[in-house]
């Protein structure tokens, strides 16, 4: 996993976490003001302070006829969550934006009412006074009692957190398109089974209408006709067309655009029902069959009902549910899809960005990822791999980006650059002039580039546009004319025009109602985007314009970096830059040729070499790791706004200073099951129904985090930790040696994490073994805990230990030595510093996932550069190849001493992998060396 | 970081004070095995090896089974099982060049004295006619026969036609074959020799036979091993350590070497002496040759042997903690032996530039029994005669991984070392370095083929 490890430096330890360390006092000026809610149970980077609600949580909500704007459900459904907001209120408002023209009727020139297929609508709202603000997502589903046929509905996802649906609004979307897409299946299929029952009813009127004139007819011969047999014939009539109509709507139906049914196919769960209709036709759907034997045996309990001429009034009837509306199956199914999002989008919105990052990065390294990452997400990776490429045609996000290709670029900048993809604008509507004007006016001074152009831009759109309300203020538009300069300087993608102005030509569509709703954002329906824009929609504008940004986002990081320190980075960046232009070795070239298709084809060089060059900065960055809270704690006024440029002028208040990196912290503790759960769900498009989740998730988590502590704790507490966990590195066997079981399972447990994995098979670590090892052990396991017990048994144990000694590094946690060989590198010490400033077993975690991540691109570089490994060329002697790599190694890499071993290693594993990814069955062979051993006590 | 490695400190290198037995430590830069495969198969104590080809062999033991390998990736290429008891002899049989089918077939003798098992992929052939256990094969390739040994010899054809058979000739039954010139083979029966001519089919005669030529009776302990050295000496080695050079054309004694063992002056109780009284540990248990030398194990040491010289010019005492069971000469200079104790180690056999100049810290043992005592018992497995000993055994390195007696091992050029054990296990021991440029060799091969790979211009 690579993220930013530092940034979660400096939160409480309050948990169940013991703190082996007392916090140094910090000096006065670099304290924090105590958060004022903090008695509330919130923290200081929830931003949901201000709000009446303790987290996100999903609303569905219902125009109803009779009643109005209700509020069905919330997921999670708990009291506690939304406590005291007014559900109602804002159903109200969310709903009162009229969101779509959607007719159903008799249109003119139509003889019979038609349906239509609207597409949903998503808007972004915000209710300032709530301080809430939702992304919502409007649908429509059919209920043939309803008025027009159509029940409105809306799903809203509400968060007290601005940025966080904007920012996540294409994922909320999509999310919440699928969940949509369920409800609408499921409906369908109601409706027609709906119509069906009522055409029969029609049918079965008709008949006894039919039947009934005629034995008036019969009795009546007189030649005229009574006014009884009138009105009958009459009803009769009126029955015929009903009937005609029914037959039309269900025609309709039926024959919803296919091309929606093939988009919906992109997950699976749902295109099972759909794809099921061949079956299902034949009990219900198909005309030609419905009269067939086996709908009876299907629905035998139907029986059909008279209808009387005149329908019962609106009001009396009892609406139907929505559980009604659709399928229980497909409810179920929705509800499950929805919960599924709100784990999703849980927590804070720097840690959700955190962990796209991490994604994003984790699927460049798709080749090197198998020997430090979890399993789970690996495989999670793989299935969402294959799933996108099956799905990539109809996946929400237009084609032409696969969520693989779109996701770096976007998160890039929405790390890097929040003033330009956050960017607030408010659009004051002409007859507005209240006092909100003058805040409004100071926001957009706030805000770094020139209002009124963009006002007058957002105008010109906003005119066709019909508003209700008497402040409507449509935020969250970015600014199209600095956008557009900045994509221009860049080469690599062509942007005609920004996104955003696309948004608000939809926007203008629009009509929007409500005296205090913002319209923050609205996203077209798929239509409304020109094709050209899909591709680049909605912010991943620009990557050069994204890393001149992550260089200022990345102030955060290096402010703290004193001069020779910040040299030294740049010493470190341009010594892969090195790599780049050397054109003697020609390794940036190869590396970068190599690296395009093996990791994302279609990626300009340039940007591969942006990713390879991310991780060394890092790494150079460590040993600051925690200036940078200070740093960030330090800065003053200006530099803080500076920093927090993006965000409006109410969200500048120093109690909520510590804007965007701390958050992952708050998300790492307070959620400590949402993360975990981010983390095993590794992707936003993946389809997995939450049954489906991997149940180790939460745990996984823990276990990471009691990991990252033990693994702390180790280090802190033996001095000969080091040559440990070289000896791990570089593939050589340590067994830990101990009488207690608990004691050697949980060492065991925190040096795994330094234990590269072999692929498939998961980390080769024995927790606990009491049998004698034997030298397939070895082979097999890489960190052994093994029993010492005072008996025979272990005397023979403990002579095949002494056996395969230089197999094998001995920890004996009893006797608190270690046997293993010298380690003279720089690269443990900066992985296990005993006098880190890292608390938290979490974070440690993740400054190991990085410094090894660091570490997997250099093994990649080395095991891919193929001038390294291969003659130059027939005639060459095999030792300018083993002087190459030495010196590859050695120069290029910057790795000294048994570091090389280390690489070496890895890469010897990469190629294993590499070449037997089909495979994948075969162990390793044990490879070792002939190396003295030392005895290091402590 | 160094400040932790107080009280830290070079292992005291085990049992190297205490045993004569010369140790390396684990600092062996010239040992090249750095990487090992351990494949499982077997199921019972695996005794022999047969190389197939250049990259193939089977493996065999008392489980029955043969198990074809191979020894490049370790891949398990076939397992052939239809023997129902432990498998006491196995051989190759190379095809003929005129033979159409180039199938190469093993042969393979088991205790259940009945089945012969001709495989490469299948069974083709049983056999089941023998009164006794096989304990040896042998193939003539010249006459396009082959030689059963058991309790008498018998003679085959390809085809799997007995063509003659000896009557029964001792209970103890043949333990070694081996072809001289002539069409004559060489049986070693109990402590005798035995020599016979093999009369092939001609117009005039009935069919082949097997004649008695000689025997000769000079050891005086069983004989255990029997190999043919050159066209025109072959050598044998029996239990108490005798090692003779004869003659292949005349049958007659070249030289005799029976010192291993002189139990005579060593009564004074040293170590290692007293572990040599047992004649097992100078039993000749195997033996090997190149051009002008005869490398022996003998009981836990190993001996080189000088044919031209026809004295003992290098040896090892101890060269093990138990018996020897297998050596061979690797082309550069290189001896390997495999032990009963486990382990295999390899000796470079270097050359004594000068002999006076060399200090002798170790003193001197006459091999031949002349020798005086070696009273520094400190490296007393280094031991050289003084004038006769021109060269030396250095252990260059050990291979530890199985956990039981080593039974034999096979070296390949191409792809190192096998080894098979009483553990049940093959261990295939590779050149660590060569086999990591060969996997990036296909590393890119790989990229190649699914055209990733990028060649700058």
């Given at each position: ?424 604008v408010l659009i004051k ?22 209002p009124?152009e963009n006002l007058d831009y957002l105008e010109m759109d906003m005119k066709?546009s ?8 449509v935020?969250?538009t970015e600014k199209p ?19 955003q102005v696309?948004r608000s030509k939809?926007v203008s ?430 | ?457």
């Amino acid at each position: 996993m690579i993220s930013a490890p530092d940034v979660v430096a400096f939160t409480k330890e309050d948990e169940y976490e013991e703190e082996p360390y007392n916090e140094p006092a910090l000096p006065e000026e670099y304290s924090v003001p105590l958060f004022p809610f903090a008695s509330q149970g919130a923290n200081p980077w929830s931003k949901l302070s201000g709000a009446k609600f303790s987290r996100d949580f999903i609303l569905i909500s219902e125009f109803s006829e009779q009643v109005g704007p209700q509020p069905l459900l919330t997921i999670p459904n708990d009291t506690k969550v939304f406590g005291n907001f007014d559900l109602n209120y804002f159903s109200l408002r969310i709903m009162s934006v009229d969101y779509q023209a959607s007719f159903v009727g008799h249109p003119p020139g139509s003889a019979y009412p038609k349906l239509n297929f609207v597409e949903d609508s998503k808007v972004v709202l915000g209710d300032s006074k709530e301080g809430a603000f939702a992304y919502v997502h409007h649908l429509t589903l059919y209920d043939l009692e309803a008025r027009g046929f159509v029940r409105p509905f809306c799903m809203a996802y509400i968060s007290a957190d601005q940025h966080k649906i904007m920012q996540q609004f294409q994922e909320l979307s999509a999310e919440f398109s699928k969940a949509s897409e369920c409800l609408k299946t499921g409906n369908r299929k109601a409706f027609a089974g709906e119509l069906e029952k009522k055409l029969k009813d029609l049918d079965y009127t008709r008949t006894v209408l039919h039947t009934e004139t005629e034995i008036q007819k019969k009795a009546n011969d007189k030649g005229f006709y009574s006014s009884q047999a009138i009105e009958k014939a009459n009803e009769l009539a009126s029955v015929e067309k009903s009937i005609i109509e029914h037959q039309d709507l269900l025609r309709q139906i039926r024959s919803y655009p296919h091309r929606k049914l093939r988009g919906s196919s992109l997950c699976p769960r749902e295109s099972e029902p759909i794809q099921d209709p061949p079956s299902q036709a034949a009990t219900t759907s198909d005309p030609e069959e419905s009269a067939d034997t086996d709908h009876y045996a299907c629905r035998p309990s139907y029986t059909p009902k008279l209808i009387k001429a005149k329908s019962t009034k609106c009001f009396d009837k009892k609406l139907k549910t929505l559980e009604e509306l659709c399928d229980t199956e497909y409810f179920t199914q929705t509800l499950a899809q929805l919960r599924h999002v709100e784990h999703m989008f849980r927590g804070d919105l720097c840690y959700l960005l955190t962990s796209q990052i991490d994604r994003a990065l984790l699927k460049q390294q798709h080749i090197t990822s198998f020997l430090f990452e979890d399993l789970v997400e690996v495989s999670d990776r793989l299935a969402e791999k294959q799933e996108s490429t099956v799905s990539k045609p109809h996946h929400y996000v237009p084609p032409s980006e696969s969520p693989e290709d779109c996701l770096v670029p976007q998160v890039l900048i929405s790390v890097g650059s929040y003033k330009s993809s956050v960017e607030s604008v408010l659009i004051k509507m002409e007859q507005d002039l209240g006092d909100e004007a003058s805040r409004e006016a100071a926001v957009m001074e706030s805000s770094s580039f020139d209002p009124q152009e963009n006002l007058d831009y957002l105008e010109m759109d906003m005119k066709g546009s019909v508003s209700s309300g008497e402040s409507i203020e449509v935020l969250g538009t970015e600014k199209p004319t600095s956008v557009l300069s900045k994509s221009e300087s860049q080469s690599s993608l062509t942007v005609p025009l920004s996104p955003q102005v696309v948004r608000s030509k939809a926007v203008s569509h629009r009509t929007i109602s409500g005296d205090s709703i913002e319209v923050l954002s609205t996203c077209p329906s798929e239509a409304l985007i020109p094709d050209d824009f899909k591709a680049s929609y909605p912010s991943a504008i620009n990557e050069e314009e994204s890393y001149a940004e992550g260089g200022q986002g990345a102030i955060h990081f290096q402010a703290g970096i004193s001069p020779p320190e910040a040299g030294e980075a740049e010493e470190g960046s341009s010594g892969l830059a090195l790599l780049q232009t050397d054109a003697s070795c020609c390794i940036g070239r190869e590396a970068g040729a190599l690296l395009v298709p093996l990791s994302t084809p279609g990626h300009t060089l340039s940007d591969e070499d942006g990713v390879v060059s991310v991780p060394p900065q890092r790494y150079w960055q460590k040993d600051q790791g925690f200036h940078v809270d200070f740093s960030v704690e330090n800065a003053s006024p200006s530099s803080r706004d500076n920093s927090c440029e993006g965000f409006p002028a109410y969200e500048l208040d120093p109690s909520h200073l510590l804007t965007s990196l701390d958050g992952s912290k708050t998300s790492l503790d307070d959620h400590s099951d949402a993360t975990s759960y981010g983390s095993s769900v590794a992707s936003t498009s993946s389809d997995r129904t939450p049954s489906s989740m991997p149940p180790a998730g939460p745990s996984s988590e823990r276990h990471k985090k009691r990991a990252g502590q033990n693994a702390l704790k180790f280090i802190r507490q033996y001095p000969f930790a080091h040559p440990a966990i070289y000896s791990l590195l570089s593939g050589r066997t340590l067994v830990v040696l101990g009488e207690e079981e608990a004691m050697v399972r949980k060492l065991v447990t925190a040096l795994s994490i330094f234990v590269p994995g072999y692929g498939r098979h998961g980390k080769p670590v024995k927790h606990w073994l009491s049998s004698p090892l034997h030298i397939t052990d070895f082979q097999k396991w890489k960190l052994i805990g093994l029993q010492r017990v005072a008996s025979p048994a272990s005397a023979s144990a403990l002579h095949a230990l002494s056996r395969y000694s230089r197999y094998t590094s001995i920890l004996d946690l009893d006797r608190k030595t270690l046997r293993c060989p010298l380690y003279r590198g720089t690269l443990v010490p900066r992985l296990a510093d005993h006098r880190t400033h890292i608390r938290r077993g979490s974070t440690y975690f993740l400054h190991v996932q990085s410094m090894l991540a660091q570490l997997c691109a250099k093994a990649f570089l080395y095991t891919f550069c193929h001038h390294l490994h291969l003659p130059a060329h027939g005639g060459e002697a095999p030792e300018l190849a083993a002087s190459r790599q030495a010196s590859f190694l050695q120069l290029t890499l910057g790795l000294v001493h048994e570091d090389v071993k280390v690489v070496r290693y890895l890469a010897e594993l990469l190629r294993l992998h590499y070449t037997q990814e089909r495979r994948g069955t075969s162990q390793p062979a044990l490879r070792f060396d002939y190396v003295p051993s030392f005895l290091y006590k402590i | 970081m160094l400040r932790w490695l107080i009280g830290g400190g070079r292992e005291p290198q085990g049992l190297a004070e205490k045993s004569p037995l010369q140790t390396i430590g684990e600092e062996q830069t010239q040992n090249p095995y750095t990487e090992l495969l351990v494949l499982k198969a077997h199921h019972d104590i695996v005794r022999y090896l047969v190389q197939l080809d250049d990259s193939r062999f089977a493996s065999a033991g008392d489980d029955g089974t043969v198990v074809v390998w191979n020894a490049q990736t370790g891949e398990k290429l076939l397992e052939l099982n239809g023997h129902t008891q432990k498998i006491t002899a196995i051989i190759t049989l190379p095809c003929l060049e005129t033979c159409e089918e180039k199938n190469q077939l093993i042969l393979t003798a088991s205790a259940d004295r009945t089945e012969w098992d001709c495989d490469t992929g299948r069974q083709v052939q049983k056999v089941s006619c023998f009164q006794s256990t096989v304990k040896c094969l042998a193939v003539l390739q010249r006459l396009d026969v082959w030689l059963s040994g058991g309790n008498d010899l018998c003679v085959w054809n390809r085809k799997l036609d007995l063509l003659c058979k000896t009557s029964h000739l001792s209970d103890t039954g043949i333990t070694a074959l081996i072809e001289i010139p002539k069409n004559c083979v060489v049986a070693a029966v109990g402590k005798e020799l035995i020599i016979f001519r093999l009369v092939a089919a001609t117009e005039g005669s009935l069919g082949w036979d097997i004649l008695e030529v000689k025997r000769l009776l000079d050891h005086q302990d069983n004989i255990l091993s029997l190999i043919n050295v050159n066209d025109v000496s072959f050598v044998s080695g029996s239990h108490v350590g005798e090692l003779i050079v004869w003659d292949t054309l005349g049958w007659t004694v070249q030289a005799c070497e029976r010192n291993f063992w002189d139990p005579s002056p060593q009564l004074d109780a040293q170590r290692e002496i007293k572990l040599c009284q047992k004649p097992n540990d100078v039993s000749i248990h195997h033996l090997t040759w190149d051009e002008e030398n005869v490398f022996v194990a003998v009981g836990r040491g190993l001996y080189v042997y000088n044919l031209p010289m026809k004295r003992v010019i290098a040896c090892q005492k101890a060269a093990h903690d138990s018996s020897v069971l297998h050596v061979a000469k690797l082309p550069n200079r290189q001896v390997i032996s495999c032990s009963e104790d486990g382990s295999v180690r390899i000796w470079e056999l270097r050359e004594k530039q000068q002999l006076s100049v060399e200090p002798a810290p170790t003193g001197f043992f006459n091999m031949w029994g002349f020798g005086r005592v070696n009273k520094q018992a400190s490296h007393p497995a280094k031991k050289q005669q003084e004038n006769a000993t021109s060269c030396s055994l250095e252990l260059i390195g050990d291979l530890i991984g199985h956990s039981s007696s080593v039974e034999m091992f096979l070296y390949f050029e191409d792809h190192g070392l096998v080894t098979c054990s009483a553990d049940h296990l093959i261990i295939l021991w590779k050149n660590g370095e060569r086999e990591s440029g060969l996997r990036s060799l296909k590393l890119f091969q790989k990229l190649e083929e699914n055209g990733d790979l990028y060649l700058s211009v």
